[in-house]
């Protein structure tokens, strides 16, 4: 076995080639704008006002609550909740229905202000990387989650063009965390022939989205905890302020309350993006496709999100591809060992309670939670699990996927032996894979 020295890499003037993170779902910030420029309010994170919510099915929810039946509430909220979401969401062809910003960072993260260094270190705590590259090559890519698949693909290539400008390099390395993925798979499938990207390393990656995300648009959802959902979508605060009223409805009611919120929240806000279609995984999206985006009003926008599932689908291909123009792919760390989040369906998946372990490691083998794989022949034994749930040679980089058991999404940013594997790898020009770092072992058991 041999073991991997860290070398400076020499892609850049200024010493170590620049990484550009591109962050998870919750960690862009939008705003709205008035004509002038000036901010109106938060889009995202999504400040819902849930007082004015409440108190317009307060008469509905009265007459719920005397009579111990739905009454009409049911209908009232699903009004409420699209007159709440409708800042956030998009016409058929996937533009935004006011004028949203992109809070964004055109300097590297150590010309970024004090404030601006603590929001991007608490969403992607990169700390040990910036302390060996230097916090003068680290990027942070933020984008719009609820916007166009295909833009923020054209934005990110004028963010590598920039950055690729200030730091005078050939290429750089990207770093796709959980839905990054998708802006990444995306900005390749359009733009790889530019040839800038010598890396990319993604953390939780959701190459094929999450099931989580398909279940809630097909409405395949366990409203048995309605509190993990209700966290899901808005802040603890109005979580909390929800879970006491939902605590207090007949059971039959709350139900049905609860698919009220999921569905107007999905036929308002994630339907119409074809960004948010990238996180519905390539075999379930063909029926929800044709269930909400088959009319004419969404022919432009279809044609970019069928691309895109195409892309997903053919994962493996695309990697090939971009090999064969130099581009070396990480998959760090996939979670698995955990079912998905109790609110999904779909609860024979081995996941990081987010991403499926299968989209993240673009395309391992793996048996349900607490089962195993049946024994074949001719695998390479290397890349099968100890536990024999996880064959890995099926992967797109068999030999540069890692795997932590137990490891739930949002612990990703509380792993260090992830966060160093991360920065030994952008870090280096050296080949690294499972071979070279016995100190990170393929398969290891994720402890706090």
Request: contains cysteine.
């Amino acid at each position: 076995m041999r073991t991997v020295e860290t070398h400076m890499n020499s892609e850049s003037a200024h010493g170590y080639r620049p990484c550009i993170i591109i962050p998870g779902i919750g960690q862009s910030r939008v705003i709205e704008t008035d004509e002038n420029g000036e901010k109106i309010r938060n889009l995202w994170p999504f400040d819902p006002d849930i007082d004015a919510l409440v108190k317009s099915v307060a008469p509905s929810a009265a007459r719920m609550m005397l009579l111990r039946r739905d009454c009409g509430f049911t209908a009232a909220l699903d009004r409420a909740v699209r007159v709440m979401l409708e800042p956030l969401s998009c016409t058929p062809d996937s533009m935004r229905k006011v004028r949203a910003e992109v809070v964004g960072y055109y300097r590297p993260v150590g010309e970024c202000t004090a404030g601006e260094k603590r929001y991007i270190y608490k969403m992607v705590p990169l700390n040990a990387l910036a302390d060996i590259i230097g916090e003068e090559n680290l990027y942070f890519f933020a984008y719009d989650i609820f916007g166009r698949a295909d833009e923020n693909a054209r934005l990110l290539r004028e963010f590598i063009a920039m950055v690729k400008e200030q730091r005078q390099c050939e290429k750089v390395d990207l770093i796709p965390v959980s839905m990054g993925a998708t802006v990444a798979e995306m900005y390749f499938e359009l733009y790889g022939a530019d040839q800038d990207v010598k890396r990319v390393i993604g953390v939780v990656p959701a190459y094929d989205g999450s099931d989580i995300a398909a279940d809630l648009v097909a409405g395949d959802i366990n409203t048995d905890d309605c509190d993990a959902l209700l966290e899901m979508l808005l802040s603890r605060r109005e979580a909390e302020k929800v879970s006491k009223l939902m605590h207090m409805m007949p059971k039959k009611v709350a139900d049905g309350a609860v698919r009220a919120l999921v569905q107007a929240a999905c036929e308002s806000v994630v339907v119409n993006s074809s960004a948010m279609w990238g996180i519905i995984p390539s075999e379930r999206y063909p029926a929800l496709r044709d269930k909400y985006l088959g009319d004419s009003a969404h022919d432009a926008m279809r044609a970019v999100t069928d691309r895109h599932w195409r892309v997903r689908r053919n994962i493996k291909e695309l990697v090939r591809r971009e090999q064969e123009r130099s581009v070396e792919f990480y998959n760090i760390i996939c979670g698995c060992g955990k079912r998905l989040a109790p609110i999904a369906a779909s609860d024979s998946l081995t996941s990081d309670t987010i991403v499926p372990t299968y989209s993240a490691s673009m395309g391992a083998q793996c048996a349900p939670p607490g089962r195993t794989l049946s024994p074949g022949r001719g695998e390479p034994v290397d890349f099968i699990s100890p536990r024999s749930d996880i064959n890995a040679a099926s992967a797109a980089v068999p030999d540069r996927t890692w795997f932590y058991y137990n490891m739930e999404h949002e612990q990703a940013a509380e792993n260090k032996n992830l966060l160093d594997l991360v920065a030994k790898i952008a870090s280096s020009d050296e080949p690294i894979d499972v071979f070279t770092m016995p100190e990170h072992p393929q398969f290891a058991d994720y402890k706090e």
